[in-house]
């Protein structure tokens, strides 16, 4: 009889692995053996832009952000989720194994951990009705895209999957994971961010926003850095140049490192209702390149 119904977004059958959630992008996967300990999370090649998931993949792409989450895992000095070779999890899929990330299994927080160093989206939108964001004022009279003078921890309330997060204050986070995790998340997050802001500005790029997720490991109650770490779906990356060029309009100058072509593209050739057009061969080749060119500039090195 038929199988079962695949098209691009059915996440595939791995072997020694259950699935177990999607996400927007990314497929979560349990071992099938039944042990805990372990996850296994495979970045697709799939973009999500104005809440929708777009066709077709863009191929190559899962495989360059797992790279750049791998390379900035490696520099970033806090315990991270990967489980290093031999922690007795089950092996990397072959088929997915330059986009899957084999990782401890932790308790995760409930808080999504989003540090601003520009102020756009939904931290804008906030501002604009009530002109503080998460609890924390700001001066008056901020642009959409304008760089803050320091960096601010805006944390959200993981909502159910697929559902969007809540913007919450920091007391509210202490509420409700305790003033030692929510401290330890919101200085983590902070510094983190900050190094990273700052490697980017080198290399020509301007870390604008990130999201954080934390998790505390099970046997040693130590706070470790989990989900993928300053990628394009995790962050928002403008081009220094562009974002400079004050002869450029708004959208120019905020134009994100991998999504704007999608975006433009879209805004031609889709009014917005119902599902979005598939994209065109020639906007997934110039988005993929894009995608390379970002990991390119941060990394210094060539896929
Ligand atoms: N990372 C991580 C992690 C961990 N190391 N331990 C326990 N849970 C998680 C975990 C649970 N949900 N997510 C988000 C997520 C990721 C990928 C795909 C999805 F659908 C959803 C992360």
Not at 47 to 75: C, Q, Y
Not at 166 to 194: H, M
Not at 213 to 240: C, I, K
């Amino acid at each position: 009889e038929n199988g079962p119904v695949t098209n691009s977004t059915t996440p595939p059958q791995l072997d020694g692995w259950l699935h177990r959630y999607s996400g927007k992008v990314r497929d979560l996967y349990v071992p099938a053996d039944g042990s805990d300990a372990h996850l296994l999370v495979v970045a697709s090649n799939r973009v999500s832009a104005f809440d929708h998931v777009l066709e077709p993949p863009i191929p190559g792409k899962g495989a360059l952000l797992t790279a750049l989450s791998n390379w900035w895992f490696e520099r970033i000095d806090l315990p991270n989720h990967l489980a290093g070779e031999g922690s007795g999890a089950p092996a990397v899929p072959e088929e997915v194994a330059d986009r899957a990330m084999v990782t401890r299994r932790l308790d995760m927080h409930p808080i999504e951990c989003v540090v601003r160093g520009a102020l756009t989206g939904s931290g804008f939108a906030e501002y604009q009705r009530t002109g503080a964001v998460c609890g924390i004022e700001l001066p008056s009279g901020i642009e959409d895209g304008d760089l803050l003078e320091t960096p601010i921890y805006t944390p959200a309330y993981k909502a159910p999957l697929g559902e969007h997060d809540e913007n919450i204050t920091f007391e509210r986070s202490v509420e409700l994971v305790g003033v030692e995790v929510a401290t330890a998340l919101r200085d983590a997050s902070l510094r983190i961010f900050t190094a990273a802001r700052d490697l980017a500005a080198e290399r020509g790029v301007i870390l604008a926003d990130t999201k954080f997720e934390f998790g505390r490991d099970p046997e040693t109650g130590a706070l470790v850095l989990a989900d993928e770490v300053l990628t394009s779906d995790s962050s928002r990356y403008w081009d220094a140049e562009a974002y400079a060029d004050t002869s450029r309009d708004r959208a120019e100058r905020l134009a994100s490192f991998d999504k704007q072509i999608v975006r433009n593209w879209l805004r031609a050739h889709w009014d917005g209702t119902g599902e979005p057009p598939a994209l065109p061969d020639e906007i997934v080749e110039r988005t993929y390149a894009r995608y390379r060119e970002l990991y390119t500039r941060l990394t210094g090195l060539e896929r």
